[in-house]
C-alpha cells in the first residue's frame, strides 16, 4: 500500500545533503510563526457569523476554481460537479455524489499544489492520513462531515489553531462591509481587515460602471460626475474602509498601463463613461488614470497599494454565458511593468508615503523587470508568486529571479490569496519550507552564512509582510 | 584515455543521491517499453522500400539540420559538406571527406543533444563506443558502412529493434501517399502511419496556392474555388489519410492565430486567394481560419489536431536562394497561443471530441499560458518540449513549468519529431531518463509517493501518447 | 558570531557530492589563468596617471550604481550618500559619513553580487574578512584608505597583482583618446585598450546629434552631411582608434532593429537630423541603418561588433532631472533579436570577415532566438550574461539555455563590464567558479567526459574570450 506522503517532515526539502540538513535546521525557526496573511479572497461571513460550514464539497470543492478546472480538463462536467447554472437547469445537488466523482478522478492532481494543500488540510486539520481515491471517498467524506459540527471547526476557532495574527479579507467600493461591521459591533477587532478593491467604480468595461458610480456618488455625499468629486469619493471611501483594518488597496487589473493626463482629459473620459460612450481604448485609459489617482491617495493617506495585472479573464464565452466568473477561465499574459509603471512613478515614485506592491503572472518580468524595478524604487516592493505561480516550483522560480537584483528587503513577504481558508496553513507552510529550501541550499553553496539565513528566513516568514502592509 | 561515456548506465540521472537510485529504480519500469512515435518526418519510402541507407554520411550527416547548421555556424561551408546547391554548382560528392571534416569537429557538439543522439546511435545500433575524431573518424565511417549493407541495418528491421509499436510519417494534402499505399498493398499495414499535414493548401504565403488549391478540388472532385467545396475537399482528403493509418492532422504556422468569420468574409479571402491578390494580412488571416475549419471537422471525424506554432522559417535569404529550406536557418520567435485560439476555442474548445495538441518554441509560454489553458480546456493537451528544446535542459525546463498548473494527464506524452530514424530510440530515451530524473528528484522531496511515481513514469513514457492520438 | 563567508574555498560549488568534488577538481586548472577582459568602462585615466584612488567611498560606493540603487530602494537618499546634483545645491561631502550609512544598511545587499563582488575585493586586495557592518564600518575604511596609499594600490600594479593580461575601455567616437596616447607615448602598449562605442554620432535621440555630427567631420576631415561622408568619417575614425588598441566596436541601443535602406533614404535620414526635424521613427531607423553600416565597416577592417540592446534608460525623470545618467534607474525590456537583425544578416550574415557579439538584458531570448541564432549564423556570438544577469543564477540560467542549441564554441567566453576596477577579479572568479559548477554537475551526470569538461572551462575562462575579440 502507498505509505501516505502528507505532512513529511522533510516534505520540500532539498533531496540531496548537506543542504537538506540545513534546511531542517531552519525550518524550526520559522514553522509556528504566525500567520500574516494581508491579501485573500476569504468569506468575511466565516468569520462574522461564525458557523458551521456545510459539508465537505462545499469546503474543499465547488469554491475551488483550482480543483475545477482541472477535473473540467479531463473531460468532467461541471453539472455533475454541481456548479449552478444562469438559467437554473439543475446540477448536482448531492454534494456526496460529486465528492465520489472528485475522489474517483483525485489522481489527476498528482504533482499540483492543490494536491499539497488539500492532502496538508486533510491530515492537519481534521487528522486523516488516508490517501482520497475512489475507494476512501466515503469515509474521508463521513470524517470531514462529522468534524464541521464541532466546536474546533468554527472559523475563528480555526484562526486560532493556524495562529493567524492577521487577515485581510477583499471588498469593492460600494460594499457596504456589513460583515466588518457586525465583526466590530462583537468587539472582534484587528484580525480580520477588509481592502479596499474599488473595481467596481474604477475598471469601466463592468456593465454597470456609471450606475456604479452613481451609487459611490451617493454612498459617500460626492458629486461623482465631476473629476473632484469622484477622487473625493474614494478618499471618502478608502478613509471608511480603513475604520475596519484596511491597510490597502487592490486593483486587478487587466494591464499595468498607467496614465498621468490633464484635468480637462481626465474630465472628458468620465463624461464618456456616464454617458456610456466609452470605447476599449477610453477604458483602459480611464482605469490607467485611476491608477495614479489611487497612488496620489496613498501618498495622503498611506495605504499601501497592490496591484495585481496581467490575467485575461473569462476566455471561455461559454463558460461565461453557463456559470459566470472565477471557474478556471482566467489565463495570464505578457505584461510590461516598466513601459506600463512609467507614468504613476514619473508622478510619485519617489514619493516617501507611496508602497506599491507589484504581483505579476509573466515570470519573464521577475528578472528583467521586476527585480531592477524593485532595486532602485523606493516605493517598489515585489510582491510573492501569484496564482498558479504559489506552488513549489514557481517559488523556486521565484527566488531563483528577484533576490540577485532585489536583494531579500525588496519583497513583501508571502500572501495567501486564497478563497480556501483551510489551505491557509498549507499556503504559508509551502513558502516557508520553500524559503528553507532556497536558503539552505545557499548554504551549503557557502553563499551565505547560517545567521543571515536564519535572520532572512523568519524575515521573509513573518515580519516581511508586516513591514510590507504597514501592520504594526 | 577519455573513457566514451556512450550509453552510461546512470546517464542524465540526478547527480546526487537518494535522488540518482531513485531514477535508477524507475528507470527499468520504462526502459523497454515500445516506442509510440506519432509525430515525425521520417521517410516513407524507407518502409515501403525497405533498403539499404546509402552511406554514414547519408545517415548521419546531410539530412540532420541540428548537424549541418551548428558546422556551418562555426565557419564551415555547405559545400564542403555536400549540401546541394540550386544553381547545380558542385558540391563535396564524396561522402567520405565530408564525413572527415564532421568528425574534425565533432567537439563542436560538446553539450548539444545532437552529439547525445548521434553517440547513442553509434553504440546502440552499430556496437561503436570510440569517440568520434579526426584519429577515428575513418575507421568509423568503415563500420557504419559495413553493417549498412546487413539484413539488421533495414529499416523495417530497425523498427523492430527498436521496439516501435507505431511511427508517423508526415504528408502534405495533395501527397498522393504513394508509399503508404505500397505498404498497404504489402500488408505492411498499422505501424507506419501517415499524418494530414495540409499547409500545402492551407497557407497562401506559398508561391503555388492558387495552383495547389485547383488540384486539391481535381483530386478530391470538390470545387474548392467555394468556401463550402475547400471544406467538403479537405473532409474527403482527411478520410483519404486516415485509411492510410492516419490519427492526427499537423499544422505548421508562424503563428498561433485563428479566427471565425462570417462565410461572406471567408469567402471574399478565398476569392482574393484565387485572384493572387492576397496580401500578408489576408494570408494570415486565411491561415487562422483554415485552424478553425480544422478544428470543426476534427470534431466531426475524431482526427487529432496538432498545432506547431512559433517558428520564424527562412530567416537566411541567402541560403533560401542557394539551396533551400530546412537547412538550420528557422529560428523561433515570441508565440502569443491565449490571444491566438481565442476564436477556434470559443467556437468549439468545449466539444467533446475536439483534442488539439500545441506545441511551442516559446518556453514562456509554458507556465503563463499553455499549462493554465490544458488545465482548463478538455479540448486542450501539451505537446512535448519540441525542436530546439528536445534535450535534456529543455525537457528540465519544461516538466518545472508544465506540471504544477496542468498536471501530469494533461501531457501529451512524448514524440520525436525527428527526421533521422535512429535518432528515434535515443530521443525516447532521453525522455524516458528525464522523467525519471524528474521524479527520483520529487520522491526524495518527498512530493510524490513511489508508486504514484512508477505510474506516472509508465504513462509518460507510453501511455500518454497513445491516449493523446487516440491509437487503439 | 558569523564566521566571515568570503572567499571560501568552495564558494559557489555544488552543494551536494559528488558534483561539488567535480567541481573542486577543475577549478584548479581556470583559477589562475590569466584575466581577458575585453569589454569594461573602467576609467583609462587610472592606468595613464597611475594614481592614487582618493578614498575608500570613492573607490566602492559613489560610482557603483548597483549598490547606489540598493541604497535608495530601501529609503537612503543620494544627497546622504554624496552623489552630485546638477543644481550644485550641497550633498554630503564627507566620504567618511557615507560609508557608515553604507555599511549601516550592508545587510541589504545579502544575496546579491554586489556583496560578492566587495566582499571579494576587501579579502583579496585589502585582507579583510570582517563582515561590513555599521560596527566595523570605521576600521574598515581606515584599514582600506592607509593601503590606498601604498605602491601594491595603484591601478598598474593592480593589474599585475590581478594578471590582467588585457582589459578594454570604451569611448566614444568623439573622444580624443587622450588617456591613450599618454599610455602609448609611456610605452604602456597592448593591455588597455580603446574600444571604438560612436553612440555620440550614431544615436539621434542624443540633444547634441548635429553638433556631433558636425565635429565628427571636422576630426576626420570628412563631409559627414553627405552619407558617403559620413561613413567614411566611420572609417577613418575606426583606424583611429585601432591604433590604440581597439578590436572591437561597441553599441548601446533601446532595441536590436537594423535596417538596410537605399542611399536615397539614408540621405535624407541624415538631411533631417542635420536639419533638426527627427522624430522617434526616424531616429530609430537611423540607429538602425547605423548598426548595418558598422557590420560592412567590420567586413572590411575585420573590428569585432558588440550590440548590447535593451535597456531602457532614464526612466525616472526626477534623477535626470536632478543628477544626470547611470545612476540605476535603467530597466531592461524584452527584446527581439531576430526581427530586429534580419535586415543586417541578410546584407552580410554569411561574410567570413564580419564578427558581431550579441548581448541581451532579456533572458527569454536565450533559448528561443540567442542559441539557435548563434548555432546558425557563422558571425554570431553569444556573449555573456549582462548587467542584471552578470550573477550566479544569472550564469545558471545562462548555461542552462544557451549550451544545448549553441554549443560551447559559440559563446565569447567572459567580460566584467565593470566601472568598478577592483571588481574585475571577483567578476571572473564568479564566472569561472560558475563554470565548474555546471560542467561538475554535468560530469556527474554523466553527459560529458572530464577531459572535455577540462578543455571546455579552460576555453570558458580564457581562450574563448581571446578568440572572440581576435586578440592575439
Same mark, same amino acid.
Given at each position: 500500500?502507498?505509505?501516505?506522503?502528507?505532512?513529511?517532515?522533510?516534505?520540500?526539502?532539498?533531496?540531496?545533503?548537506?543542504?537538506?540538513?540545513?534546511?531542517?535546521?531552519?525550518?524550526?525557526?520559522?514553522?509556528?510563526?504566525?500567520?500574516?496573511?494581508?491579501?485573500?479572497?476569504?468569506?468575511?461571513?466565516?468569520?462574522?457569523?461564525?458557523?458551521?460550514?456545510?459539508?465537505?464539497?462545499?469546503?474543499?470543492?465547488?469554491?475551488?476554481?483550482?480543483?475545477?478546472?482541472?477535473?473540467?480538463?479531463?473531460?468532467?462536467?461541471?453539472?455533475?460537479?454541481?456548479?449552478?447554472?444562469?438559467?437554473?437547469?439543475?446540477?448536482?445537488?448531492?454534494?456526496?455524489?460529486?465528492?465520489?466523482?472528485?475522489?474517483?478522478?483525485?489522481?489527476?492532481?498528482?504533482?499540483?499544489?492543490?494536491?499539497?494543500?488539500? &492532502?496538508? /488540510?486533510?491530515?492537519?486539520?481534521?487528522?486523516?492520513?488516508?490517501?482520497?481515491?475512489?475507494?476512501?471517498?466515503?469515509?474521508?467524506?463521513?470524517?470531514?462531515?462529522?468534524?464541521?459540527?464541532?466546536?474546533?471547526?468554527?472559523?475563528?476557532? +480555526?484562526?486560532?489553531?493556524?495562529?493567524?495574527?492577521? +487577515?485581510?479579507?477583499?471588498?469593492?467600493?460600494?460594499?457596504?462591509?456589513?460583515?466588518?461591521?457586525?465583526?466590530?459591533?462583537?468587539?472582534?477587532?484587528?484580525?480580520?481587515?477588509?481592502?479596499?478593491?474599488?473595481?467596481?467604480?474604477?475598471?469601466?468595461?463592468?456593465?454597470? +460602471?456609471?450606475?456604479?458610480?452613481?451609487?459611490?456618488?451617493?454612498?459617500?455625499?460626492?458629486?461623482?460626475?465631476?473629476?473632484?468629486?469622484?477622487?473625493?469619493?474614494?478618499?471618502?471611501?478608502?478613509?471608511?474602509?480603513?475604520?475596519?483594518?484596511?491597510?490597502?488597496?487592490?486593483?486587478?487589473?487587466?494591464?499595468?498601463?498607467?496614465?498621468?493626463?490633464?484635468?480637462?482629459?481626465?474630465?472628458?473620459?468620465?463624461?464618456?463613461?456616464?454617458?456610456?460612450?466609452?470605447?476599449?481604448?477610453?477604458?483602459?485609459?480611464?482605469?490607467?488614470?485611476?491608477?495614479?489617482?489611487?497612488?496620489?491617495?496613498?501618498?495622503?493617506?498611506?495605504?499601501?497599494?497592490?496591484?495585481?495585472?496581467?490575467?485575461?479573464?473569462?476566455?471561455?464565452?461559454?463558460?461565461?454565458?453557463?456559470?459566470?466568473?472565477?471557474?478556471?477561465?482566467?489565463?495570464?499574459?505578457?505584461?510590461?511593468?516598466?513601459?506600463?509603471?512609467?507614468?504613476?512613478?514619473?508622478?510619485?515614485?519617489?514619493?516617501?508615503?507611496?508602497?506599491?506592491?507589484?504581483?505579476?503572472?509573466?515570470?519573464?518580468?521577475?528578472?528583467?523587470?521586476?527585480?531592477?524595478?524593485?532595486?532602485?524604487?523606493?516605493?517598489?516592493? +515585489?510582491?510573492?508568486?501569484?496564482? #498558479?505561480? &504559489?506552488?513549489?516550483?514557481?517559488?523556486?522560480?521565484?527566488?531563483?529571479?528577484?533576490?540577485?537584483?532585489?536583494?531579500?528587503?525588496?519583497?513583501?513577504?508571502?500572501?495567501?490569496?486564497?478563497?480556501?481558508?483551510?489551505?491557509?496553513?498549507?499556503?504559508?507552510?509551502?513558502?516557508?519550507?520553500?524559503?528553507?529550501? #532556497?536558503?539552505?541550499?545557499?548554504?551549503?553553496?557557502?553563499?551565505?552564512?547560517? /545567521?543571515?539565513?536564519?535572520?532572512?528566513?523568519?524575515?521573509? /516568514?513573518?515580519?516581511?509582510?508586516?513591514?510590507?502592509?504597514?501592520?504594526?
Amino acid at each position: 500500500m502507498t505509505q501516505p506522503r502528507h505532512l513529511h517532515p522533510d516534505l520540500l526539502f532539498p533531496a540531496a545533503e548537506p543542504a537538506r540538513s540545513n534546511a531542517r535546521a531552519l525550518y524550526p525557526l520559522v514553522k509556528d510563526l504566525p500567520i500574516v496573511s494581508p491579501h485573500g479572497h476569504t468569506d468575511p461571513a466565516w468569520f462574522a457569523q461564525n458557523g458551521r460550514f456545510a459539508s465537505p464539497t462545499a469546503l474543499f470543492l465547488t469554491p475551488d476554481h483550482y480543483v475545477l478546472r482541472m477535473l473540467k480538463s479531463r473531460g468532467i462536467s461541471y453539472d455533475a460537479l454541481g456548479i449552478p447554472r444562469k438559467d437554473g437547469q439543475p446540477v448536482e445537488a448531492d454534494g456526496r455524489k460529486a465528492w465520489q466523482l472528485f475522489a474517483d478522478n483525485y489522481h489527476l492532481f498528482a504533482g499540483t499544489p492543490s494536491k499539497t494543500w488539500i &492532502d496538508h /488540510s486533510l491530515h492537519a486539520v481534521f487528522g486523516i492520513t488516508e490517501e482520497l481515491s475512489s475507494a476512501t471517498a466515503g469515509s474521508i467524506y463521513d470524517q470531514i462531515d462529522r468534524q464541521l459540527g464541532t466546536p474546533a471547526l468554527l472559523p475563528r476557532t +480555526i484562526l486560532d489553531r493556524f495562529n493567524v495574527e492577521v +487577515i485581510a479579507t477583499t471588498e469593492f467600493a460600494l460594499d457596504p462591509l456589513t460583515q466588518h461591521q457586525a465583526m466590530e459591533a462583537d468587539g472582534y477587532i484587528g484580525r480580520v481587515r477588509t481592502t479596499y478593491r474599488p473595481d467596481d467604480v474604477t475598471d469601466p468595461s463592468r456593465a454597470a +460602471i456609471a450606475e456604479n458610480l452613481q451609487k459611490f456618488g451617493e454612498l459617500t455625499g460626492e458629486d461623482t460626475a465631476t473629476w473632484a468629486g469622484l477622487i473625493n469619493a474614494h478618499r471618502n471611501r478608502r478613509e471608511y474602509f480603513c475604520r475596519f483594518g484596511a491597510v490597502a488597496t487592490d486593483h486587478g487589473v487587466p494591464t499595468a498601463m498607467t496614465a498621468d493626463l490633464p484635468l480637462v482629459e481626465k474630465q472628458a473620459l468620465l463624461d464618456k463613461i456616464l454617458a456610456g460612450r466609452l470605447d476599449a481604448g477610453d477604458a483602459e485609459l480611464f482605469r490607467a488614470q485611476m491608477m495614479t489617482e489611487m497612488a496620489l491617495l496613498s501618498v495622503e493617506d498611506g495605504m499601501v497599494m497592490q496591484l495585481h495585472a496581467g490575467s485575461r479573464r473569462n476566455t471561455d464565452p461559454l463558460l461565461m454565458r453557463e456559470r459566470g466568473t472565477d471557474l478556471g477561465a482566467d489565463i495570464p499574459g505578457p505584461t510590461d511593468y516598466v513601459g506600463g509603471l512609467r507614468a504613476l512613478l514619473s508622478r510619485c515614485g519617489n514619493e516617501p508615503n507611496l508602497r506599491l506592491i507589484m504581483f505579476v503572472l509573466d515570470e519573464t518580468t521577475y528578472a528583467r523587470e521586476l527585480a531592477p524595478m524593485a532595486g532602485y524604487w523606493p516605493s517598489l516592493l +515585489i510582491g510573492p508568486p501569484w496564482w #498558479f505561480h &504559489d506552488s513549489p516550483q514557481g517559488i523556486r522560480r521565484y527566488l531563483d529571479q528577484v533576490v540577485e537584483s532585489a536583494g531579500f528587503y525588496n519583497l513583501a513577504g508571502f500572501n495567501d490569496d486564497t478563497r480556501a481558508l483551510l489551505s491557509v496553513p498549507a499556503r504559508h507552510d509551502v513558502w516557508r519550507r520553500e524559503v528553507c529550501h #532556497f536558503l539552505g541550499t545557499w548554504i551549503a553553496e557557502n553563499r551565505i552564512s547560517k /545567521s543571515s539565513a536564519e535572520d532572512i528566513a523568519i524575515h521573509l /516568514s513573518y515580519q516581511a509582510a508586516k513591514d510590507a502592509y504597514k501592520i504594526a
